[in-house]
């Protein structure tokens, strides 16, 4: 069973960036589709973007388009989510999830393993 663990949430102005952090163990990421979704408070979970390691494409959500950034470290078998020029609608909680399939959607049915969330606060 694929374990995911998020960090690097946090309360940030208008403007700012944060880095979110995904380590997964037991099992290398290198085989699976990973994506960050997330949710805020009252709203659905939203799909943010995912990455096909199978082919290395990428699937953005138009909200954060030209903002985010996914990243995925081998060595430290670990996902990131740059996320620059902050805006107050960014704020929920983000979620790093993966499926052992080569994916490019950004449904939250389609992927197995979930990590356990952590919150991102963009306020003045």
């Known amino acids: 069973q694929l374990q995911l663990v998020e960090s690097g949430g946090g309360l940030v102005q208008p403007g700012g960036s944060l880095r979110l952090s995904c380590a997964a163990a037991?099992?290398?990421?290198?085989?699976?589709?990973i994506a960050w979704f997330r949710q805020a408070p009252g709203k659905e979970r939203e799909g943010v973007v995912c990455?096909?390691?199978?082919?290395?494409?990428?699937n953005y959500a138009d909200s954060v388009k030209g903002r985010f950034t996914i990243s995925l470290d081998n060595a430290k078998n670990t996902v990131y989510l740059q996320m620059n020029s902050l805006k107050p609608e960014d704020t929920a909680t983000y979620y790093c999830a993966a499926v052992l399939f080569p994916l490019a959607t950004l449904r939250d049915y389609e992927y197995d393993y979930w990590g356990q969330g952590t919150q991102v606060t963009v306020s003045s």
């Open positions: 990455l096909n390691k199978s082919n290395n494409r990428t």
């Open positions: 037991p099992f290398s990421l290198q085989y699976y589709t």
